[in-house]
């Protein structure tokens, strides 16, 4: 079994500030992809970013990054320059190899922006 | 846009009816999933498929029946609606990418049994 825990339920920043949102997961698989996924007030879930875990470079996606840390089992999300649009619940997820491409999810972190 | 149409899109009705919610794909993916979503669970998978009428339990399948008679077509039914389905259901579909594969979401559908 896969296992995601989110251990801030709220987070709160700054407007232009930096936030790290945390996520540590579990998996048998050698073989597996990480998520991290954003939902506004109108619950469409959006995916902010993707990581193999093959690869050692950790992902970007303009102000989003990631810190991957295989071996603790590790992968926070960066938010750089926050913006009031970043103000939103986020998901961690994980898709472990063979399993059909089902992901495994976080119960999120609600971000708060203040101006 | 990840060519994902749900509908209904919300849906009030009484403890004992029948409820299906559509999901629909323009893209003619292979899997396709079922999740819902509560409070203090983030998104628990309910069912998915992995073709036409290949189809297999998620984590919270009971009360849930689901059919794929087509690729673009994921129904999902409650045969027998309960509070405790009181939910946003959520429609997702696997888009390879790289040597893997993301998932996309549907909108939502709102379900509330009265």
């Known amino acids: 079994a896969q296992t995601v825990t989110q251990s801030q339920p709220e987070m709160s920043v700054q407007e232009a500030e930096t936030v790290t949102l945390s996520c540590t997961y579990d998996t048998s698989e050698s073989d597996y992809y990480l998520f991290w996924y954003k939902q506004p007030p109108s619950r469409q879930m959006i995916l902010v970013i993707r990581?193999?875990?093959?690869?050692?470079q950790n992902a970007t996606e303009n102000r989003f990054s990631v810190n991957f840390q295989k071996a603790a089992k590790s992968f926070s999300l960066k938010i750089s320059d926050s913006q009031l649009g970043d103000a939103a619940m986020y998901f961690c997820?994980?898709?472990?190899?063979?399993?059909?491409?089902?992901?495994?999810f976080g119960k999120g972190t609600l971000l708060t922006v203040n101006p | 846009d990840a060519g994902i149409t749900q509908s209904p899109r919300h849906k009030v009705t009484e403890t004992g009816t029948p409820v299906t919610l559509r999901c629909h794909q323009t893209?003619?993916?292979?899997?396709m999933y079922w999740y819902r979503q509560d409070p203090g669970h983030g998104l628990r998978l309910i069912h998915y498929s992995y073709g036409v009428k290949d189809t297999d339990k998620g984590e919270v399948s009971d009360g849930y029946s689901v059919s794929r008679s087509k690729t673009e077509d994921f129904l999902l039914t409650l045969e027998s609606a309960t509070s405790s389905q009181t939910s946003v259901y959520f429609c997702?579909?696997?888009?390879?990418?790289?040597?893997?594969?993301?998932?996309?979401f549907g909108e939502g559908s709102w379900l509330t049994v009265v």
């Open positions: 997820a994980l898709n472990s190899g063979g399993s059909n491409y089902k992901l495994t």
């Open positions: 893209e003619n993916h292979r899997y």
């Open positions: 990581q193999e875990a093959y690869k050692q």
């Open positions: 997702a579909i696997s888009v390879k990418q790289g040597s893997g594969n993301t998932i996309y």
